[in-house]
């Protein structure tokens, strides 16, 4: 069985620019959450995709976005990077749906830096 | 509106001692799940322990164990047997049944002595 798998490892960015992170779901899970984690600070929930569809979003503006594919596996796009973006992006993947007694199994996670 | 309090920046404990670990959450709802959470430098965050909040029985997964007191919104993880490996940061977490969102707290960075 497959774990939860997310690209790059790292990434480096200045303010302005545009970022896409990448998540695999670990098998047979279809749907996928994005948390981010700030230095020192715990995960903040961004949004989760369900069925190609986000299905429910934290207190993060719209220029957080993100794409779930037929396969399950989900992408987050960040748009005009700010300095505060600078943070471990983790991705978790569960069965559906994700209340309940139904695990969420993280990624290892991307580390954006943003200058 | 729902937190979730870790008072307890760092610890530290003695090889094969026993450490509990304080949380603290507030919420009105009455169906939720509550977490503890490792994660180590490896960053890959790794369930520990969870609890029902409608269990009374305080939840156990081998050497870790809890303390949920309900009425006092209080959810504490003991760790038994400290083991070098158990070093990380560990979250308390929280999420309401129907919600799929996880609610963290800021974190405990556990030391073990050897």
């Known amino acids: 069985e497959t774990g939860v798998t997310q690209s790059p490892t790292h990434l480096i960015k200045t303010r302005g620019q545009q970022v896409t992170l990448r998540c695999s779901s670990q098998?047979?899970?279809?749907?996928v959450s994005w948390y981010q984690q700030a230095l020192g600070q715990g995960p903040q929930f961004i949004f989760q995709?369900?069925?190609?569809?986000?299905?429910g979003r934290g207190n993060f503006p719209p220029r957080f976005s993100g794409l779930q594919f037929p396969n399950y596996s989900s992408e987050l796009n960040v748009n005009a990077l700010e300095l505060d973006d600078s943070a471990l992006y983790l991705c978790?993947?569960?069965?559906?749906?994700?209340?309940?007694?139904?695990?969420?199994?993280f990624g290892p996670g991307t580390r954006l830096t943003v200058l | 509106a729902q937190t979730v309090t870790q008072s307890q920046p760092e610890m530290s404990v003695q090889e094969a001692e026993t450490v509990t670990l304080s949380c603290t959450y507030d919420t009105s709802e009455s169906d939720y799940y509550l977490f503890w959470y490792k994660q180590p430098p490896s960053r890959q965050m790794i369930l520990v322990i969870r609890?029902?909040?409608?269990?009374?029985q305080n939840a156990t997964e081998n050497r870790f164990s809890v303390n949920f007191q309900k009425a006092a919104k209080s959810f504490s993880l003991k760790i038994s047997d400290s083991q070098l490996g158990d070093a990380a940061m560990y979250f308390c977490a929280y999420r309401v049944g129907r919600d799929d969102k996880i609610i963290f707290g800021k974190g405990t960075r556990l030391h073990i002595l050897p």
């Open positions: 978790a993947s569960s069965l559906p749906p994700a209340g309940g007694t139904n695990e969420q199994f």
């Open positions: 098998s047979g899970h279809n749907t």
């Open positions: 609890q029902e909040a409608y269990k009374q």
């Open positions: 995709y369900y069925r190609e569809e986000e299905n």
